[in-house]
């Protein structure tokens, strides 16, 4: 069975910083790979950073320069580390991965960021 539990989240000021976790069980971060999404109220979920089994990650444009995301395949967890934050940040942040051809979400973890 497939979990992943997201924490870290909080509420900081503007340019503080957090650190995401995402512990995984039942896959394999070296094979699956995972996917960090955020949704702010009103809006969709949108993904923000994505690592594959690889280790090859990517980011959207509102992302990069202050998101770092990366895995520690012998803990099968992953990691969004987030400087800089800024209001806008403000999101229930969320993991996300792909396991025999079923994708799996995390429960989220809120970050408010007050200027």
């Known amino acids: 069975q497939v979990q992943l539990v997201e924490s870290g989240g909080g509420s900081v000021q503007a340019g503080g910083s957090l650190r995401l976790s995402c512990a995984a069980s039942?896959?394999?971060?070296?094979?699956?790979?995972m996917n960090w999404y955020r949704q702010a109220p009103g809006n969709q979920r949108e993904l923000v950073a994505a690592?594959?089994?690889?280790?090859?990650?990517t980011y959207a444009d509102s992302a990069k320069g202050r998101f770092t995301i990366s895995g520690d395949n012998a803990k099968n967890t992953v990691y969004l580390q987030i400087h800089s934050l800024k209001p806008e940040d403000t999101a229930v942040y969320y993991c996300?991965?792909?396991?025999?051809?079923?994708?799996?979400w995390g429960q989220g973890t809120q970050v408010t960021v007050s200027s």
């Open positions: 996300h991965t792909f396991h025999n051809w079923r994708e799996y």
């Open positions: 039942g896959i394999q971060l070296s094979i699956n790979g």
């Open positions: 690592i594959t089994g690889g280790g090859t990650t």
